[in-house]
């Protein structure tokens, strides 16, 4: 039997990180038996699905790389196959309509209640005939007696007894059917092997069992993944920052760090941390995801993206960080190549909106220095290492403008001062960067140029004569 898996969602939002997290599960589990990974849009909520949820979804997923085998198929587009089905099921006596009115299923809810009893449809229109022309639902006729166990790779076995669920709506007054209905219609014309999803559905999962049942079909594995948490313990939403994968793109993030981190939030092996998606394929257990919710961690999730960054090829963190460039209104073709600036600069960042950020001044002057590093290195002692190297750039030709020039003239100059590198470096590194923290200080000044370096050191020389204090 060939596996196949898929991801479900209603295009009522963006890609949240809890359903990326579910759609590389998927994924997952296909790719490693070998098998297929199906995308579904689930847009029959015609009022609540939008096409920039379907266009985010999609982008989400390309941009993540989960790369799906068939689909994306649309619910909207199968509404005769679910019409079909429910004709079948009222056809045989599995289904039957009902009339009741708002106002008797609003009384039997408030009784129920009263009597602190679980709200339940109770079955009035079982045995009534409906006239077809009123405006009526279908009801699927769920079994009375008997337990639905629900087989759960990640939870076990989970029972739930057939009294405790009521004969559950397939289609509504308007004609649309409804999503347990659809669900379950897919779930078995698409053959899909294993259900993976939240586990806010585990509810749904017997009823789903018993309308397959009913149609003669046999349901395929399920696994309920427990949800994502916020940092306080209650569930990850837009209140925590960020949810949507997009945001996590644009706020920097390399999709194989954002993968990485999502396949550890409810699954490990030993005490790795990094995984490719290819050691993923080849370590992920499906039963092995943890059945308690997991928490979101940006810290943990920006030390990935280091790691990754630190590694990734230049080439492609340049290509990635060109648009972070841009919104700093920065055209990299302006200045030094950006694959230098990266191996000079990746370890520093956590993620590349922070790599563009901390190599602005590789392309422009910065306004202002840090005021930290001006308080501790543009001192008057700075003056003098500051107006000899300025002196000594000055002379160097362009051809000689090289790091080991470079490197000598610093190291000239702290001879003659007859102090330790730090008092040169320090001032001249934040003269040209405006802070105390760079590369190393010849990568900085090849990266910066000539002619910045010396119109940099100048105004540096102007802060100092300004505010440089005592000493
Ligand atoms: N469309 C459902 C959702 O977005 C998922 C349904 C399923 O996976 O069965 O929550």
Redesign the pocket.
């Known amino acids: 039997m060939t596996v196949r898996t898929r991801f479900?969602?209603?295009p009522t939002g963006y890609l949240h990180v809890g359903g990326a997290r579910t759609a590389l599960f998927c994924y997952l589990h296909a790719r490693k038996h070998g098998g297929q990974f199906v995308l579904r849009i689930?847009d029959t909520d015609l009022e609540r699905s939008t096409a920039e949820s379907v266009n985010a979804i999609l982008e989400g997923m390309t941009w993540l790389g989960l790369d799906y085998d068939e689909g994306p198929f649309y619910q909207t587009q199968r509404f005769d196959r679910y019409n079909a089905v429910i004709d079948e099921l009222l056809s045989k006596g599995l289904a039957y309509r009902c009339d009741c009115p708002k106002e008797r299923l609003e009384k039997l809810r408030v009784d129920q209640m009263a009597r602190k009893q679980k709200p339940r449809y109770d079955g009035h229109c079982r045995h009534r005939p409906v006239d077809p022309e009123t405006p009526h639902v279908i009801r699927f006729k769920n079994p009375d007696d008997g337990v639905v166990i629900v087989d759960d790779l990640i939870r076990g076995r989970v029972p739930f007894s057939n009294a405790e669920l009521d004969d559950l709506i397939i289609r509504r007054s308007d004609g649309a059917p409804t999503y347990n209905l659809s669900?379950v219609v897919d779930d078995a014309d698409m053959a899909i092997t294993h259900?993976i999803?939240?586990d806010d559905?585990l509810n749904n999962t017997p009823r789903q069992i018993n309308i397959l049942h009913a149609l003669g079909f046999e349901p395929p594995r399920y696994s309920h993944v427990p949800m994502i948490l916020g940092d306080d313990g209650a569930r990850l939403s837009k209140r925590h920052g960020a949810v949507s994968v997009i945001a996590y793109r644009d706020m920097g993030y390399l999709p194989e760090a954002l993968l990485n981190y999502l396949v550890r939030l409810g699954w490990s092996h030993g005490d790795e941390e990094i995984f490719s998606v290819e050691r993923m394929i080849e370590l992920f257990e499906i039963s092995d995801v943890n059945k308690s919710a997991s928490s979101f961690n940006t810290s943990k999730l920006d030390w990935l993206n280091q790691q990754y960054l630190q590694n990734a090829e230049p080439a492609r963190v340049a290509r990635l960080l060109s648009p972070h460039m841009g919104r700093l209104d920065i055209d990299p073709s302006t200045g030094p190549d950006l694959v230098d600036v990266i191996k000079a600069q990746a370890a520093r960042a956590k993620t590349l909106v922070e790599l563009a950020e901390i190599s602005a001044f590789c392309y422009r002057d910065f306004e202002t220095f840090d005021e930290g590093s001006a308080k501790k290195h543009l001192r008057l002692v700075a003056r003098e290492p500051l107006e000899k190297l300025r002196a000594a750039f000055d002379l160097l030709a362009l051809e000689d403008w090289t790091p080991e020039q470079l490197k000598r003239v610093v190291e000239r100059i702290t001879e003659e001062l007859a102090v330790n590198m730090g008092k040169v470096a320090q001032p001249l590194r934040v003269a040209i960067v405006g802070r105390a923290a760079s590369p190393g200080i010849e990568e900085t000044l090849m990266l910066v140029g000539k002619e910045a370096t010396l119109r940099r050191i100048d105004k540096a020389l102007v802060y100092i004569a300004e505010r440089g204090g005592e000493g």
């Open positions: 479900a969602p209603s689930e669900v259900v999803r939240g559905h």
